[in-house]
């Protein structure tokens, strides 16, 4: 059976619409065995759909962190490294997005983070950062896009892009 919500698709979308549903099995069905617990089984699969949320996010902070050490020191020895694993994460983010996470992703938090990281990163190693924006300076489109360029999202953060 096909689930229009898209298991194959969108795995967000499907753990959390399957949770609710389970949840209302679970509070109107009295004809269930009693050793089913739906409660727990729908908190499983919700779980299931945040955990690629929360991998998503982690894979885009990676990303941001690494184009912060790219805007800062383009030049470093280090910054084909930099380049190849924002390729990889970018990537790997692409691969793992599903639409039903675009509501929910926390796109400025995964820019804090990786803010502060790379910051101290930097700082270890007597580096210094660009001035950096506040709010995320690169969209959740951009950061998705197929066509996505470790160097453009540098001279984003720079603010040398338009």
């Not at 059976?1 to 679970?26: C, E, K, N």
């Not at 004809?31 to 739906?38: A, C, E, G, Q, S």
């Not at 084909?80 to 990889?88: D, S």
């Amino acid at each position: 059976m096909r689930d229009p919500l898209g298991y194959d698709t969108d795995i967000f979308a499907w753990s959390q619409h399957q949770a609710q549903v389970l949840r209302g099995l679970a509070k109107g069905r009295r004809d269930l065995p009693n050793d089913l617990d739906l409660q727990h089984v729908a908190e499983e699969i919700e779980d299931l759909g945040i955990s690629e949320l929360r991998t998503v996010e982690s894979l885009l902070r990676r990303v941001l962190g690494h184009g912060i050490k790219l805007a800062a020191s383009p030049e470093a020895l280090a910054a084909a490294g930099w380049r190849r694993e924002i390729r990889t994460w970018q990537g790997d983010a692409l691969t793992r997005f599903s639409e039903g996470m675009r509501q929910r992703l926390d796109l400025e938090r995964a820019w804090r983070l990786a803010r502060r990281d790379a910051l101290a990163d930097l700082a270890e190693y007597g580096e210094t950062a660009p001035d950096l924006p506040a709010p995320c300076p690169a969209g959740l489109d951009l950061l998705l896009d197929e066509g996505f360029e470790p160097d453009a999202l540098a001279a984003l953060i720079r603010g040398d892009a338009a």
